[in-house]
């Protein structure tokens, strides 16, 4: 775990994604998300699962962290906290995995969890083996 901004970071970071989980707009899914997630310079961004009532036009909890992130000048992170109101911890989906392609080193750190706590910690790479990234288009 040796890129992850650290234990005290990615506590702050779990606290923080369990207050955004309160702020889930999800009345389609009932299923509420929270996001946290560490810049490489320490700042913390939170985010939410913002639903819509086309169904398509949703927004994940990790996505919303790094469209916040990214808006406001950061592009380097260490680690994201994901947590669901459930017992079972719910990886990242493939489009926030395509995401995180973009900005994220192969040994950022994606810790899973609920309420309670973080539950499993993965690399990126291990999630998403073989990303389609910008060095394909800068070759
Ligand atoms: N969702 C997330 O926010 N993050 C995930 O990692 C999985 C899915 C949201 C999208 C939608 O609002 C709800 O969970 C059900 O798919």
Redesign the pocket.
Known sequence: MHNSGGRDSVKAAWEKACQSLSH???P??R?????GLVAQNGILYS?????NATYGA???????AFLKAISEGNRSFSDIV?V?DTVKP????AL?LQTMAEFCAPDFMIHIGNLNGISVSYRFCELLTHPFGPSYLLD
């Open positions: 889930s707009y999800s389609y899914s299923f509420s998300v929270g996001a985010g939410c699962n913002v639903e949703t927004i994940c909890a990790e996505r919303t994901i669901t719910t990886p990242p989906c926030c």
